[in-house]
């Protein structure tokens, strides 16, 4: 973007940097909360990495959805506008851009943690002398829930089953030999399980290299992507890992628990022997089986040949129309426009930070920028109550004890002047 002589931290040149970005933010496609204490002003909402904001389009797709429940009831699976019986189907193409993937990889389905469990059901296949998962740490709870319960559910004891890879000592990041280091050797390792963007420290991890070594060390590799949809490129296809599952309302914009999303590698769907892909294991319902015999309603499962096979049941309409407005959203950006813009705010937003020079703030998140996403952690001196100051200067953030404080210029609908308004906040709050 700029030449380090070029930067000035203020408000002039913050709007400068809009003006001349070549990807312009799609703020006016969102609605961005009010401040609490003065509503006539927006807030400086930095919390897409937690939950991404309303697409204006939503209101009026559930309202059109809700108009034709009410005049076709059942009728609305073929007479909707957009017809409920495939109504997941136009979603496939736009996902399948945004993860990096092909359309009979991705599905639409359940929610994130149910997700995993899923494809664990598939990809973790414990033997007597494989039957280790590998996770990052620190890791999002809900993901350490899901290893160690499926690892008790084959028999085995989580504390020897679960092995992390975690930050050197007095280092935030993990480092890529680390983890190859862990993949060496008689590690009994059966599946690596890492998240594409480290919720905490908003490290993203190279997930090609990793994929490729666990792979040569005999292991399935499975990503967690819920910080990494819509954040970061995942190219999932190519990496050649086994399976993922992300959520779609963190950068994803698709509202409180929408509908998740998963991807299974096409060696595990179009490449397989049919025979062998029926006898996988895997746990079935109707919405997996071949739309071709899924409504003679027989007693046999046929899979379909894509990443369907893994959903279960008939999908919620109300939870995938925001998903789709959003994907629309995405795709009219494009996501290579969208990541440049987006290592420029992100970087721009760092370097506001260090001209503060607070000494009660340090940036957590690798500086380079291939290993990050738009998030920035920052370790805060003065922990909650360091946070709750910034609440009531209108940031909207999130905090993770005991003092690491989360802010994310989200691409799509943050602009240089929220980073600008945000490190005002801190240059006032400066001891
Ligand atoms: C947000 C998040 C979750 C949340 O799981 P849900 O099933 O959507 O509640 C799980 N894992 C990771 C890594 C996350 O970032």
Redesign the pocket.
Known sequence: MTGPQEFRPDADFARKLEAADPVPSRRDHFCIPPMPSDPERESIYLCGNSLGLMPRDARPAIEAFMDDWARYGVEGHFEARDSWYDFHEPLRAPLARLVGAHPHEVVVMN????N?HLLMASFYRPTADRYRILIDGP??P??VYAVKSQIRFHGFDPDDGLVWVRPRDGEHMIRTEDIEDRLSGDHGIALVLL?AVN?YSGQHYEMKRITQAARAAGCLVGW?C??GLGNVPLNLHETGADFAAW?H??YGNAGA?AI?GAFVHERWVREMDLDAYAAMPRFEGWWGNDPATRFRMGPDFTPVRSADAWALSNPPILSMIPVKTSLGIFDDVGLDALRQRSMRLTGYLERLIESVGSEDVQVITPRDPAARGCQLSLLVSGGRAFFERLQAAGVICDFREPNVIRIAPTPLYNTYEDCWRFAEVLREMKT
Do not use: N, R
Not at 111 to 114: Q, R
């Open positions: 929610t994130l943690s149910v995993l890791c999002f809900s993901d998240a919720y967690d819920a910080h959520c309302y963190k628990g998740a």
